[in-house]
């Protein structure tokens, strides 16, 4: 897999990467989220598609956070407390990469305060974020 932002051999740049973060609960709606970003030319990475058989886990999701632009993370009752999706949201701050919080049936109290001051989007006004995206791929 190529770095996004990397030159490749023709010298164009690879496509914005953005992992998803999201509790197993959550796959079908992390499933349409990557159908959508990977629809918008970017490219997404979520770990119950994207890591193989015999991987590291641990060491995979931090190399894909690396080679990420953006983290979406979906908070949802079911994600919003769960171990992994705290420890994912801690290395895209630690590495400074952008975060876009996607909210489904939560409301602010229960948010992490790491990523609480991160603008939000409710899922009912995901469209927003991908016009957004779009006009980030362009530059």
Known sequence: MRKPGKPTRSNKPARLQVFISHATADKWIA???CEKIDLSGAVSFRDDRDIKGGDDIPDEIVKQIKASDEVLILLTPQSVSRPWVLLEAGM????????????????????????KS???????????????LKERIKR
């Open 92 to 115: 895209a701050i630690a590495r400074r990469k952008r975060i876009v919080p996607v909210l489904y049936h939560v409301t602010a109290d229960p948010i992490p305060a790491m990523i």
């Open 31 to 33: 499933k349409v989220l």
């Open 118 to 132: 991160k603008k939000a989007y409710h899922l009912n006004d995901i469209d927003r974020y991908f016009e957004e």
